[in-house]
């Protein structure tokens, strides 16, 4: 029972027009019933056109507020369906402009919220639902006009009738023209309850879905107020406690990236000091090369020197033994 009672309440407006259809079919198999009635009433006992000049005020008046009236209805509609499917969308998690209506009063009501919040201004929920009963009441202007208009035809049209029918009665009592005063009257007296019954079917129809109209108004902005209370102020309202606590949290947050920092310095200083550390060494081993390759040229030259007075020498000594025995060979046995 509490499942359907909810599901009922998220679509009230499209029950007020399913209930406007059905009214709209009821009128028009009355009228068909009653058809004979209602020819004798507009049309039989119709002298002149004065009755079918109010009455078709009337009618006019009635047709173009009961046509602004299924406007708004119908727009209360996809407002109804943009709600329902935003809080679908809390729901689930996703985002909750998804498949919604932009240009719809919880889109703009939830962009809104999201202005402020960026900002970090502080969010007035009761000025929030003040702008947007204010702006919802002026689209009720010429519906209010009819409702209040119709009752007032009908009574300028009784008014209208019973003078018809007091000329009427004028003329008979003058005796002059009887037989048109006694049509005059009962043409006044018909014009009377031809208007009467038409403004007060008009006013009863029309008035019971004006009722209708702003109940789904009244509805729709509840609505709104309950998904931004509910649902979207938590989240988007900056309390004192919570901002002290995201102020807190933020201070924290330094605190911690400050440590974080020392310690990346001192480790970049460590390691500054080490790569000093290698750098010396390096220079060290370079100055140790360096003297150790002076001291193995040293010796290199000094071995090509010794080998170049041992060459010279075994050289002579080489010629030595060539000059001998050359001389050896030239002598006689």
């Known amino acids: 029972m509490m499942i359907h009672s909810i599901k009922a309440r998220q679509h009230y407006t499209r029950n007020v027009l399913i209930q406007f259809l059905v009214a709209l079919a009821v009128f028009v198999v009355l009228l068909y019933w009653r058809i004979d009635f209602f020819r004798q009433v507009y049309f039989e006992n119709q002298v002149n056109s004065v009755g079918w000049t109010i009455n078709g005020g009337i009618a006019l008046l009635f047709v173009f507020g009961l046509t602004r009236v299924v406007m708004l209805l119908l727009r209360y509609r ?3 369906a943009s709600i ?3 809080v ?14 932009q240009n719809s009063i919880v889109a703009d009501r939830y962009d809104t ?9 502080s969010i007035n929920h009761s000025a929030l639902a003040a702008t947007l009963i204010a702006t919802e009441a002026s689209y009720n202007s010429f519906p209010k ?3 209040n208009t119709l009752i007032l035809t009908g ?9 018809i029918a007091l000329i009427g009665a004028s003329d008979m009592i003058e005796g002059s023209a009887q037989v048109s005063g006694i049509g005059t009257v009962i043409h ?12 007060i079917i008009a006013y009863l129809f029309f008035g019971y879905f004006y009722l209708k109209l702003t109940d789904a108004q009244t509805y729709l902005i509840s609505r709104v107020e309950e998904v931004t209370a509910t649902h979207l102020m938590p989240y988007f309202q900056l309390s004192n406690d919570a901002m002290l606590k995201e102020y807190s949290d933020s201070i924290t947050s330094a605190a911690n990236l400050v440590k974080r920092f020392d310690k990346a310095q001192a480790t970049y200083q460590m390691a500054a000091k080490h790569m000093a550390d290698s750098i010396s060494k390096l220079q060290t081993a370079v100055v140790r090369d360096e003297q150790q390759v002076r001291q193995m040229n040293a010796r290199l030259e000094q071995l090509v020197k010794l080998s170049e007075k041992n060459y010279e020498k075994e050289n002579h000594t080489l010629e030595r ?7 050896n060979s030239r002598k006689p046995d």
């Open 78 to 80: 996809r407002e109804e």
């Open 84 to 86: 329902n499917r935003f």
């Open 88 to 101: 679908r969308n809390l729901a689930v998690e996703e985002d909750p402009l998804a498949h919604v209506d």
């Open 113 to 121: 919220l999201q202005m402020l919040h960026r900002k970090r201004a």
């Open 145 to 147: 006009f009819v409702h």
């Open 155 to 163: 009574v300028f049209g009784t008014i209208v009738s019973l003078s």
């Open 188 to 199: 006044g007296m018909s014009t009377a309850l031809s208007t009467t019954m038409t403004a």
């Open 321 to 327: 033994m060539i000059t001998v025995l050359h001389k």
